[in-house]
């Protein structure tokens, strides 16, 4: 499952790049990394609104909607309504959708039929089995081709499918919840010294900013400050990541997401047993050994755990733990930013991979 | 204006209270506030909704609103739909009105038509002035009544108009930017020390539940955390009542407001000249003279400054002051918590001069 | 082990009380539920310093350690530095120590052979076995006498100890995570239900007040605030207090502090597996059964689930949980306000429950 | 005064950099900014301490001072113990000072001696004027020495000093809440529109970044966070700045300071009133005009006005006002992140201009 370093070659021009979708959270975030990737030229990236975010048809202001990127490349400061006949006479080659769920469900067909990449931030084709896909309830108006597209989506983590993204059409990028966790335990799980029948425990707690830009009573000011809920039990949509990913079943791991009043930042605390003792350097080594080729997992050296600062604005995801002195059960903290490394940053990651440049270029 | 002392005798029973629109802010701090009061017997207070608030008419539960109020008092825990039968059938004495603005507007010549007092939260009667009031397009169907009604508000700021508050039938309630403001500026500008050729700056700060609990893009937690933003500069409706309470034209005065990325609290920062140079022993006197009989203004002692933390969850209004050396120019500090003497609380405390109670009952 | 209703008869008389230490968080929010006590009267409390808090020897004032807390009851705001004969000479009967370990364990003895009863809120009492209370590193300077003390000590968990909390001399107020955990467990582990061989997993977040007044690189706002960190795994103090009152072993329970970028309140996370399918009723039942004479527990009804802001400034903790569809995997979260429930509030409640009041006097 | 674009020729080479004094927030910054900007190759920049941050003399880690800048450059990741020698013979050509004020008034003479040029962060050579100076109590050691080197010190404000800080070898890098009054008055002063009689108020407030990394009660989170606070009322440093850089006297400008919950943005509220009425597009023209060849300032259109997320972590300062009705008074509300633009963002575009580089370079 782990992916090796490889060695594609880099392709010799760049990509012509769009992203539809850029008025949320990860959208600015996207718009500000491809704005200033070393790999990109001056034609990319191209913004395109969602239906119904720019007024009557007429193109915005990129600074309108975020307005920290004001003057920063005004060259490529517009928003267009979202129109498949121009992206197509921009010749646009790789499509980032940070739309909706349903919207990216809809459109990737359409995408990928014009030869177009696609880089999905949504949960649109994360999974693969319908069992888990449920929890999203998409009625595809085309089933055989929906089923045809999802055959093709690769999961985005380069971490563990770094091969198959290199010559992938579809990229579903992974959840931010999900990022955090998997990183953390596929190389413990693939070690298999995991006990599995005790199950593992997640406990995950994130910024404000993974529950999105629409103004709700959870969003508000008055209640996400000076406070912390937890919320999901047993029920987020991330979880089929996990089992499928890690494959796992729902007896074997669960997950309990929490909003922290904080803007950004995603820490998991996960709890396993060991079906054996182990020493703190087994660990230390299965982690080292599986990330020897992946620049943007860093491990702390124990006893130093990795906290959210750590990782804000970065495209990292750093992990540390701790193991109890009996050696049989073991702590792990996995931290990243849920808009970069659990969004838009490991959308560039991806983006990197496929075009064989370095996995962190314009991520550093 | 000021004040005094006055020798209303107290009451000799407990009148039964009413809270209409108890679902926001203010309305909760007010339930709690009332819950306890010392002078109220257990048929008090009783909670009515808004118009739309509870499900089809039946009463709905307190603890919902207000979670953090669940298990005080549970037999006083009901909320009914607002009806004016339901009041009058309960014997209400007084009613506290924690509605918007129009509605407020359009219920107060009911209440007093049935002989109950009402304490109004809003700023539907705190401006006598037309030219002030228009901020709010009142549009009233019974003209006159309206102006009858207008011409009996007494502006709710006890340290200021004691006397009128005994005996007033309908109290308008202070806005919370000015209820700050004006506490910290009555005495000076009364003192005729006050150069106001040079106008008077108010710089205010404000905690997001002055905002309101609509959940907006201005109240959502991305927006208002990590952040300061000034709004409303030389139009915020609050101007009026600094205007008419402290006798000033809008060249006199003006006052910007700001949103603070915290829950609770105002702070503002009040910046005049002397017209000629003065002594801080002078300005501590004008201040100690003009509240001595007043409870809730604290004075704190030149050099320290009131902050926000000093106040908050009380229904104190803290002062202080620093003078520049040549004693030409003053900077005033002024600490409340909006909620309570920026609101409920300061209702509760006209509450307490109308039946000749302790002003501070049930307040420290 | 859990405590009935009794029939305690209320003392005739309010002991004089008074709190040693009270600059810190403890003591200040100590200070305000026992001025405003509805049992006590106007002799109590007397306040005193830790060695060195005031100067030369002078009282100081409560204003200024904790600058809220002023004009409130202006002839009870001295603070004098602490002094035997001067405690003997106000015939104080009840001593809180809001001190540090290493004050408390020394102090106790005298003041329990003045014939004073002790409510510590410190750790210095709350374990019985020298193998938790290790990781203290005390060293008695009458080791026998300490003895003799530890063996009097009743950790201080009305809910828990209720009936020897009414004739004890010496109370271990509970340490605040160890509360938030205890609560949600004991009915549990009694009910004789939870799978201990794959251990229960506490995930627990306390805001920074728990961290205490010092000014250190981890309570520095630029370190808590936006941030999230988890410390001391597998090593926090407050797991023995989990060992002894839930009577488990180390193997059987896990706990996981982390610090929250909020001034106050904990919520844990606990996660537990049944031994066979349960109903969600079943639990219910268990925690109403086992709370059903304990005023400051609330049970939220499934699936809503406590946050913080539910129980910050109350003396609640308060409870709800989540059953996986199997019946078999449960998960609690429990809230408490670690300055109130959590250290301050719990003191007074043991005080309520000592001298024979209602358990939430002055609490609610 | 204003510093026009000029026609500097680039400069060939990179030259050899290095930071003194890395361990605070300013130094953190700048070792980001530093390590990634375009311009310096590889063996820049070199980082040293102050004195006593490394242990016995042995080269420290850039991560264990900034966690969040490991894995970045891992080559350049050494911090070495401050010593003139090494400074030579590593070549270094240009030194960045973010060391205490003290140390920085002392060690200028020696590097500029050797023919390294200085950008001092600190306030040592701010200030041209004693009485201004005064404030921070130098005590020089040889002060004929110091004199020297305070008459080559350029205030490093680009937008106004452009021509002299090309060829300086002596940058002192302005105050952060200097800095955001200057650069929002400067045009407008220069104007001669100002009433200067009735005075300028400058009502600013800062995060707590601002006040340093040492641990102190003011930067407790418990005291900073859920607060405001005002201080230095007429005392604060910064002030001389304000007076020598806009040449106004102390009768004619005031500035507040505050103390805001949040990492870190300043937002400075500016008031002052015109000698005549004024139209909103003169106010427009008079900053367009003055800062049309400077790429750092952001001029936001009426009746937008700047927040601090705008600017957080960018090298911008962003402006924005409102004129009154009658064109007599404005407020200007002033935006800039203090560790960028208010303090190492701003060392490196005075570093850009030093050296020929667009002024934005590595600053987007």
């Keep these: 499952m782990r ?56 193109p915005g202001d990129l600074a309108d909607l975020h307005p920290q990127l004001s003057a920063i490349r005004p060259e490529s400061s517009k928003v267009f309504p979202f129109n498949w006949d121009r992206i197509s006479d921009a010749g646009i080659e790789l499509l980032y959708l940070a739309t909706p769920h349903e919207q990216s469900r809809e459109w990737v067909s359409n995408a990928i039929g014009r030869g177009i990449k696609v880089i999905d931030l949504s949960g649109a084709w994360r999974l693969q089995y319908p069992v888990n896909r449920n929890v999203y309830h998409f009625t595809d108006s085309d089933p055989q081709l929906a089923a045809k597209m999802q055959a093709e989506a690769i999961y985005g983590c380069p971490e563990l499918h770094r091969d198959e993204i290199r010559t992938a059409r579809l990229i579903a990028n992974p959840g931010c919840y ?46 996400a400050a000076d406070n912390l809920s937890a919320y999901s039990v047993f029920g987020h949509r991330h979880t089929g990541e996990l089992l499928e990913q890690l ?12 909003l922290l009043p904080i803007p950004r930042g995603i820490l998991s605390t996960i709890y396993l047993r060991f079906t054996r003792p182990v020493q703190s350097m087994d660990v230390t080594t299965i982690f080292r050994e599986f990330y020897k080729y992946s620049p943007m997992v860093r491990l702390r050296d124990t006893p130093n755990l990795p906290n959210i600062q750590h990782v804000v604005r970065t495209n990292f995801c750093d992990l540390g ?25 490991q959308a560039v990651q991806n983006m990197n991979v496929m075009y064989g440049w370095e996995e962190s270029e314009g991520l550093l």
């Design 3 to 58: 992916a090796g370093a490889g060695d594609a070659k880099p392709t010799a021009h760049a990509p012509r790049t769009a992203v539809a979708g850029i008025s949320g959270f990860a959208g600015g975030e996207l718009a500000r990394l491809l704005l200033r990737h070393p790999k990109l030229d001056s034609t990319s990236p191209q913004f395109y609104s969602r239906a119904g975010e720019t007024d009557g048809g007429k």
């Design 178 to 223: 999900a990022t955090s966790i998997i990183l953390a335990l596929a190389p413990l799980v693939q070690s298999g010294l995991v006990d599995l029948d005790c199950g593992i425990v997640c406990d995950a707690k994130s910024g404000v900013s993974g529950a999105g830009k629409a103004a709700t009573s959870k969003t508000h000011f008055m209640y």
């Design 247 to 258: 494959n796992l079943t729902s007896d074997q791991i669960q997950f309990t997401p929490h």
């Design 321 to 345: 733990f701790e193991l109890s002195r009996d050696g049989k059960k073991l702590v792990v903290v996995s931290c990243l930013d849920n808009l970069l490394k659990g969004a838009a940053g």
